[in-house]
């Protein structure tokens, strides 16, 4: 079994080569440069444009504005597909919005031609801060893509809180945030006749092969869709937004392929971001500390409604992460002029979970109780939500591990009671979840007279290990050494799998490429019990084994080469379709962890380091524990950065982002982060999906800010509710 084991990622020595080929770095013939002019106001119109100037500088191919755009067929477009802004009219909804997108021979030439478009503005009256517009907040129309209402309830919550004995209130805030993956969005597009190839910095290349037929009104099979590999997502990559398209066009109109990529600051207006969220969380208890009601209130930032819908989901973790018998959760949605915002790391969870787990933390403290023990005491052995059972669920576990690793039995109950010299000592811990989600994917397999297998399938690698992880699960399945597998993923004309979000990528794809793999083998004994020379037939299939490239019957071996030339083929092929069934209605999906952190807290200056952390995480089974472990790394990290660092700073007059760029706004880097223990809860969940796994990208991000918010106050006494922390919450 070569499954579980840590083996390197194998794009890694590509990557550090530099012959990973990313969207931007693909050669194409004749290629053109685009750059995007955006908006310098909130909210209005266009009423007038020049763009006459920019036309006649030199080198440039076309200056394209909402005059002169190619018509999109936008009603055409689903749900995941950014239809505005398109340059289809002249309407300004948010600051940075897309208003023209200029070409020319070079990237120098269409730079300084994009300085020379002129608009003139009609300016509206621009809402850009959601805490002056709570009062404009509304229902989702579309929440969860309409699998379900944005608002739950069970039992009696308000009745069941006023008769209390113990309850907390609090309001809880996290601001806006940006993905800011290392690689930029990119994309070159180039057209032969009616036919599209893109070449696209993208987690859902199916996804944009359909966007774009749908747009452009085209077959999508006349659409291909390349892009190998992925400098991260983090869900900003997740939709096709509107510069794909817009080069798609510009391609169109100029007769030339072209290349855009964006700016570092373009990528804080052009692919959505983390909404801010305001949220409002009542907690009542009985004297022991076991929940007695719920109430989970959540407000998100929204753009306009001409750009689309997303609602952070914050609080579904409420719904199902403790025994409560009484939960009223409802999530409403306040539009701005912003930015359409989108999924990011966890959405819903790490933004929910950091409120609902600095809330129990504040239970805790006001029952005089440990916070773990609350926790267990309210640990829910079923769905407390759908009432069925979880496919699998170690979270007593993570608890358990995580809590000896750390030393929580260390800990002395009173905030600010423990101390380092200068420094303020504080433990906190929160819980983690993240539901397992699971979509149809295809893969095929083939295996040639050379004993090598070529899995293929039209999923993408962010940069977490897909291609690493497949070619294990496929190697088990075939039976063959992991060296004899090779893996093409990354292009659209390969069998078609989901968009890579939601931690999906590896429950969906993984159980394809097995199922792929176990129909090739039936295939390739059927053929050993066909062949003359072998003398097997008449023996049921079962009697033979394919191991190591060869045919083991009960009394010799034949080779699958020697098997192929026989039968006079090259190669035999499998293909296979596998998606979610039955175990979603027998079962709640859901990973689970458990977060434990360490901070210290200058007595003086207020400074906040991180000085440990462990989490324990039940992600199902592991398929490599090398990349697993990479995973969960980066998700604490990216958690360290919600709690401490990130915050996408808005002008309220202008709508405008002031720190994009990221020396400005502050990422978790090296030194920012302490040594983390990532510790893996060895699980197969078998019964949520045929390979075991969980997913586990978002998972370890769920809790950080919480764990770390509870240590800040167990530090020092204070407790901050709006993230990030910063040294000026903390200096008294
Ligand atoms: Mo993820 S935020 O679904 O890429």
Request: glycine fraction near 10%; charge should be neutral.
């Amino acid at each position: 079994m070569i499954v579980g084991h840590p083996i390197n990622r194998r794009d890694g020595r590509l990557k550090v080569t530099g012959r990973a080929r990313y969207a931007a770095e693909f050669p194409v013939e004749g290629l053109a440069h685009a750059v995007l002019v955006q908006s310098t106001i909130a909210a209005g119109a266009i009423v007038a444009i020049n763009g006459e100037v920019a036309a006649r500088e030199p080198g440039v191919l076309g200056v394209i504005t909402p005059e002169n755009a190619l018509r999109l067929r936008l009603g055409r477009a689903g749900p995941q597909v950014l239809t505005a802004p398109l340059l289809q009219n002249r309407d300004v909804l948010y600051n940075g919005q897309h208003v023209a997108l200029v070409v020319a021979d070079t990237l120098e030439r269409a730079l300084a031609a994009a300085g020379r478009v002129r608009f003139e503005y009609r300016q509206g009256e621009a809402l850009t801060v959601m805490d002056q517009a709570l009062e404009g907040a509304v229902v989702p129309r579309n929440f969860r893509n309409g699998e379900r209402p944005p608002d739950s309830r069970r039992g009696e919550p308000d009745a069941a809180f006023a008769a209390a004995p113990v309850r907390i209130e609090a309001t809880y805030t996290t601001p806006v945030e940006h993905h800011n993956p290392m690689e930029p969005h990119a994309t070159i597009a180039a057209w032969d006749g009616d036919r599209l190839t893109v070449w696209t910095a993208t987690q859902g290349i199916s996804a944009t092969q359909g966007a774009l037929a749908a747009l452009f009104g085209i077959d999508p099979q006349a659409v291909r869709v390349i892009c190998p590999y992925v400098g991260g997502g983090f869900g900003c990559k997740g939709s096709t937004w509107p510069p794909a398209t817009l080069t798609a066009m510009a391609a169109r109109m100029v007769g030339r392929p072209v290349k855009l990529v964006l700016t570092r600051e373009q990528m804080f207006t052009s692919n959505g971001y983390r909404p801010r969220t305001i949220q409002r969380i009542k907690l009542a208890a009985d004297q022991s500390g076991r929940l007695l009601a719920l109430r989970h209130e959540g407000f998100s930032q929204m753009s306009q409604p001409a750009l689309g819908e997303f609602v952070e989901p914050v609080g579904l973790a409420s719904e199902m992460l403790y025994a409560c018998p009484n939960v009223a959760v409802s999530h409403r949605i306040v539009p701005l002029h912003q930015g359409l915002p989108t999924y990011m790391r966890a959405p819903g969870e790490a933004s929910g979970v950091f409120a609902l787990e600095s809330a129990m933390d504040e239970l805790a403290a006001r029952l005089a109780m440990d916070p773990l023990e609350l926790r267990l005491a309210n640990y829910a052995e079923t769905d407390p939500h759908t009432g069925k059972p979880f496919s699998s669920k170690k979270l007593r576990e993570c608890y358990e591990q995580a809590a000896a690793a750390f030393g929580w039995n260390r800990r002395n109950p009173a905030p600010r009671s423990m101390r380092d010299g200068n420094w303020l000592v504080g433990y906190g811990m929160a819980s983690a979840t993240y539901p397992t989600n699971r979509r149809p994917a295809r893969a095929a397999v083939r295996l040639g007279a050379d004993g090598i297998a070529v899995i293929r399938s039209g999923t993408q690698d962010l940069g977490t290990g897909t291609y690493t992880v497949m070619a294990q699960v496929a190697a088990d399945a075939l039976g063959l050494a992991v060296s004899r597998v090779r893996v093409e993923l990354g292009d659209s004309r390969l069998p078609t799998a989901p968009v890579s979000g939601g931690s999906s990528t590896v429950p969906s794809v993984a159980p394809a490429v097995e199922a792929a793999c176990h129909a090739l083998r039936a295939q390739l004994i059927d053929m050993a019990i066909d062949d003359p020379r072998t003398g097997w037939s008449g023996l049921a299939s079962d009697a033979l084994r394919f191991e190591n490239g060869v045919v083991v019957g009960p009394d010799r071996r034949v080779g699958a080469g020697e098997l192929l030339a026989r039968a006079n083929r090259a190669f035999i092929e499998a293909e296979a379709e596998s998606g979610p069934g039955a175990e979603r209605d027998a079962y709640a999906l859901h990973a689970f962890g458990a977060q434990f952190a360490e901070v210290r807290v200058d007595a003086l200056t207020g400074e906040i380091r991180l000085a440990r952390y462990v989490g324990a995480f039940d992600a199902g089974r592991v398929l490599n524990a090398k990349t697993a472990r990479s995973q969960l790394i980066g998700g604490i990290t990216f958690g360290v950065g919600m709690a401490l660092l990130e915050k996408t700073a808005i002008d309220a007059e202008t709508g405008r982002i002031v720190n994009a760029n990221i020396a400005e706004y502050l990422l978790a880097v090296n030194a920012d982060i302490p040594p983390i223990q990532a510790i893996l809860i060895p699980n197969d969940d078998r019964a949520g999906n045929p390979v075991g796994v969980k997913g586990i990208g978002e998972l370890p991000m769920v809790g950080v800010a919480a764990a770390i918010a509870n240590a800040v106050w167990h530090a020092t006494g204070v407790r901050v509710r709006d993230l990030p922390i910063r040294i000026e919450d903390l200096i008294t």
